[in-house]
């Protein structure tokens, strides 16, 4: 589950810039089973709030219209309860979104894939119940038979198709589709003329130029503690991605063991390494959105190493080892801490 402290900057209802009033615009709502936030700086004159709402609100209704799981005519859906294996045409913004989720497959060593559906159910954290027994070695190989982007799906970016190699395989893009709905937002806002924002969804979010203090946007990354909210890191945000994604709130227990609802593709069971949170800061929310939610599954130490040979912004946090004197640590990628530096 991607979390990300509530912005820590106080927003007024408009700052002054020069002898001139900003016109600063604040919108929330419902989208993608969660919630949004927009907040925008400097709004032009002609741009009404009811007009940006509007805007705001048909942006998230075409993406969800294409790349839900849980609408039952989106572009993803239809594929997904398609027979077909012959290659179907689908949207420009599918083809984006897919094209993205295919290169950090490829660097993340496989451990970010769209098609992990069938584990996703087999472990509780869909129509299975959790307090039904841990799947069988049986059933998780069985469901691993689906499994794995690269050979099940076929993606033709010239020809905007895709394919599948078999009628059970499907897609699900919550690990990156709430992303790209920021940028979509975001994308707006600039063609508005907006220049200073920032869109949230989730959590996870989008910022460009300053806040109405003037300033660049502070966002407080969570301490990973079930049930508080505690910052553990402040950061700066100009023009970048946020994305954040911890295994500390949701997880199913049978027998007394835990198990995380973060789950590894190639293993088809639930990651079990000390990681527990990772933030990532990229270019866009759609990039941050599923780097966070690949680096996690592959944990501080060999994320590490791809963070560094792909200078990716990341920050970890792990749970101490038994006697260990903190119970958290932490450690960043030179990207992260040359972001840091620069603030």
């Given at each position: 589950?991607?979390?990300?402290?509530?912005?820590?900057?106080?927003?007024?209802?408009?700052?002054?810039?020069?002898?001139?009033?900003?016109?600063?615009?604040?919108?929330?709502?419902?989208?993608?089973?969660?919630?949004?936030?927009?907040?925008?700086?400097?709004?032009?004159?002609?741009?009404?709030?009811?007009?940006?709402?509007?805007?705001?609100?048909?942006?998230?209704?075409?993406?969800?219209?294409?790349?839900?799981?849980?609408?039952?005519?989106?572009?993803?859906?239809?594929?997904?309860?398609?027979?077909?294996?012959?290659?179907?045409?689908?949207?420009?913004?599918?083809?984006?979104?897919?094209?993205?989720?295919?290169?950090?497959?490829?660097?993340?060593?496989?451990?970010?894939?769209?098609?992990?559906?069938?584990?996703?159910?087999?472990?509780?954290?869909?129509?299975?119940?959790?307090?039904?027994?841990?799947?069988?070695?049986?059933?998780?190989?069985?469901?691993?038979?689906?499994?794995?982007?690269?050979?099940?799906?076929?993606?033709?970016?010239?020809?905007?198709?895709?394919?599948?190699?078999?009628?059970?395989?499907?897609?699900?893009?919550?690990?990156?589709?709430?992303?790209f709905g920021i940028d979509a937002v975001a994308g707006k806002l600039k063609a508005l003329g907006i220049e200073n924002?920032?869109?949230?969804?989730?959590?996870?979010?989008?910022?460009?130029?300053?806040?109405?203090?003037?300033?660049?946007?502070?966002?407080?990354?969570?301490?990973?503690?079930?049930?508080?909210?505690?910052?553990?890191?402040?950061?700066?945000?100009?023009?970048?991605?946020?994305?954040?994604?911890?295994?500390?709130?949701?997880?199913?227990?049978?027998?007394?063991?835990?198990?995380?609802?973060?789950?590894?593709?190639?293993?088809?069971?639930?990651?079990?390494?000390?990681?527990?949170?990772?933030?990532?800061?990229?270019?866009?929310?759609?990039?941050?959105?599923?780097?966070?939610?690949?680096?996690?599954?592959?944990?501080?130490?060999?994320?590490?190493?791809?963070?560094?040979?792909?200078?990716?912004?990341?920050?970890?946090?792990?749970?101490?080892?038994?006697?260990?004197?903190?119970?958290?640590?932490?450690?960043?990628?030179?990207?992260?801490?040359?972001?840091?530096?620069?603030?």
């Amino acid at each position: 589950m991607k979390k990300v402290l509530a912005l820590l900057a106080a927003f007024a209802l408009s700052a002054c810039m020069g002898e001139e009033e900003a016109k600063v615009l604040k919108l929330s709502g419902k989208t993608m089973g969660t919630t949004y936030n927009v907040v925008a700086v400097g709004v032009p004159g002609d741009v009404s709030e009811e007009a940006l709402s509007a805007d705001v609100e048909s942006v998230l209704a075409d993406v969800n219209s294409k790349m839900s799981n849980w609408d039952k005519k989106s572009e993803v859906t239809l594929f997904n309860v398609s027979t077909e294996t012959a290659p179907v045409t689908i949207s420009g913004d599918f083809v984006t979104v897919m094209s993205a989720a295919n290169q950090v497959h490829d660097l993340s060593d496989g451990k970010f894939d769209v098609t992990l559906g069938p584990l996703i159910e087999l472990w509780g954290f869909g129509p299975r119940k959790p307090e039904d027994p841990v799947p069988s070695d049986g059933d998780i190989t069985a469901a691993l038979a689906f499994v794995g982007q690269k050979d099940r799906l076929t993606l033709d970016e010239e020809g905007s198709t895709i394919s599948k190699s078999a009628a059970e395989v499907g897609i699900n893009l919550s690990a990156i589709a709430k992303g790209f709905g920021i940028d979509a937002v975001a994308g707006k806002l600039k063609a508005l003329g907006i220049e200073n924002y920032m869109v949230e969804i989730g959590g996870d979010l989008v910022a460009a130029g300053e806040n109405e203090k003037g300033e660049d946007w502070k966002i407080g990354i969570e301490k990973p503690e079930p049930g508080e909210k505690v910052v553990e890191l402040v950061v700066e945000i100009e023009d970048r991605g946020l994305a954040t994604s911890g295994d500390y709130r949701n997880f199913v227990e049978h027998e007394g063991v835990r198990y995380s609802h973060i789950i590894d593709p190639t293993t088809g069971r639930p990651i079990t390494h000390r990681t527990t949170s990772v933030s990532v800061i990229a270019e866009s929310a759609m990039m941050a959105d599923a780097w966070a939610t690949a680096m996690l599954v592959l944990g501080s130490e060999r994320g590490l190493e791809i963070a560094e040979a792909n200078n990716i912004a990341v920050y970890f946090i792990s749970r101490g080892g038994n006697g260990a004197e903190n119970p958290y640590v932490t450690v960043a990628s030179s990207a992260f801490d040359a972001l840091m530096k620069d603030k």
